[in-house]
């Protein structure tokens, strides 16, 4: 689908651009009350801030809720090879991430709820970088930006609550090399955009003192005209010949939580897979399904929180066969472009009540720094081993409003 004036301007004013890669290229959640849990939330215990985590969650919600925020999204990514040891550090380094939601109570058993949402991205700018090390001789770039849309209805009882949320998505790619040092061309045809549709659908059920929650995110196809194939097939001469199309689809999520209220404390604990084995584009790549664990605990008082949380998920970025033409430029492609390594996020936050209807709440995430070494045999002595160095912090604050 081409780009039209409309997305590009809504792209603009939200995104100077997107980089994060936290599980996998998705973020570990969507709003400073879920961040500061680690990202647990599929129990429904945020509101209209988790619809996208489990819609059922506006079941909660007694009147009127109004969440907007943001985060500040931190990235250290730096790479170098054995054939050009000097390291180079993205300049992609900060973005700022919208998250907005709203959820209304429409009569004892049915709640409306919308959000838009910053929930994924990946990229890296050595473009500016010192000369000395290969991707800043192949002035490299990458760039991929997600936003979703989604109104969602949710019906409950008592203890039990089902929603569904329809999921419009917004994204763009661009993946730039210069590769005229080496006596080849400028790659990359500026960016491709694309629209698609998937939906969100969760449950929760309480009893006692126990929430339970489940969620499934379906697969939403994305197809970013003359990106990935103009970029891997650049390596035609080295015998590269499998990357046919430029599909990159969002992968499905199957996501189950629980949550424990004992007096002031809520303990929440998540596992999600996702599925980045079966999605379009991520299985050309290699990648394989990844599975996620997230932890929380918050204190309520009367009129502040406190919470800290730990997820993690190991990368679904994997070495392939570097032997092979193939297996070696998916592993340059992954630790040079796309180097989604970040395993860890230790997190804490918390909130305060300005009035009886305003809140403002805040968090931090930090991943500390993984490094990941892979293989380029195939391609002899040009490239050598590929090292990426990864390392994230965000800053998440928001606002709130009920009546």
Same mark, same amino acid.
């Given at each position: ?20 890669? %936290? ?26 801030? =988790? ?8 079941? #909660?919600?007694? =009147? ?11 990235? #250290? ?10 390291? !180079? ?35 890296? +700018?050595? #473009? ?39 999921? !419009? @998505?917004?994204?763009? !790619? ?18 491709? #955009? ?31 005209? +003359?990106?990935?194939?103009? @970029? ?5 001469? &080295? ?9 990159? /689809? *969002? ?32 299985? *050309? &790549?290699?990648?394989?399904? @990844? ?23 190991? %990368?679904?970025?994997? /070495? @392939? ?16 472009? &796309? ?21 403002? +709440? ?10 990941? %070494?892979? $293989? ?17 912090? =965000? ?6 409003? $009920?009546?």
């Amino acid at each position: 689908m081409k780009k039209t004036k409309l997305a590009l301007a809504i792209s603009t004013a939200i995104f100077a651009t997107s980089a994060m890669a %936290t599980n996998g290229d998705n973020m570990i959640s969507t709003g400073a009350n879920e961040t500061a849990m680690g990202g647990a939330g599929v129990s429904g215990i945020h509101g209209a801030e =988790g619809i996208l985590t489990n819609p059922a969650s506006t079941g #909660s919600v007694t =009147g009127t809720e109004f969440n907007i925020g943001g985060t500040v999204f931190m990235p #250290s990514i730096k790479n170098s090879t054995t054939s050009f040891p000097t390291e !180079l550090t993205s300049d992609g380094d900060m973005y700022v991430i919208p998250a907005v939601s709203t959820a209304t109570r429409i009569n004892e058993n049915w709640t409306f709820g919308l959000g838009m949402w910053g929930t994924s991205g990946l990229g890296v +700018d050595y #473009s500016n970088a010192d000369a000395g090390g290969l991707l800043s001789t192949f002035d490299a770039s990458s760039n991929l930006q997600l936003l979703k849309f989604a109104p969602s209805v949710t019906y409950n009882e008592d203890n039990f609550a089902v929603g569904f949320a329809p999921v !419009l @998505q917004y994204g763009s !790619l661009d993946i730039h090399e210069d590769q005229s040092v080496f006596g080849g061309n400028v790659v990359g045809a500026g960016t491709s #955009s694309d629209l698609g549709w998937g939906y969100t659908v969760g449950a929760t059920y309480k009893t006692g003192d126990l929430t339970l929650g489940a969620s499934y995110d379906s697969a939403i196809d994305m197809e970013y005209k +003359d990106q990935i194939t103009t @970029q891997l097939n650049s390596f035609s001469g &080295f015998g590269v010949t499998s990357f046919t199309n430029d599909h990159l /689809e *969002q992968p499905a999520q199957i996501k189950v939580g629980a949550a424990y209220q004992m007096d002031n404390i809520t303990f929440a604990a998540d596992f999600k897979q996702i599925k980045w084995g079966d999605a379009k584009g991520y299985k *050309q &790549f290699g990648w394989e399904d @990844q599975n996620v664990f997230a932890l929380g605990a918050k204190y309520s008082a009367n009129d502040y929180w406190l919470a800290v949380g730990y997820n993690k998920g190991d %990368t679904p970025v994997k /070495e @392939q066969n570097a032997t092979t033409p193939d297996g070696a430029a998916k592993n340059f492609f992954n630790l040079g472009f &796309f180097p989604a390594t970040a395993e860890q996020h230790f997190t804490f936050g918390g909130g305060y009540s300005v009035s009886k209807n305003l809140s403002v +709440d805040a968090a931090v995430a930090y991943s500390p720094e993984t490094t990941k %070494t892979f $293989k380029t045999t195939a391609f002899g002595p040009t490239f050598g081993d590929v090292t990426t160095k990864h390392s994230e912090l =965000g800053y998440s604050v928001q606002m709130s409003y $009920k009546f």
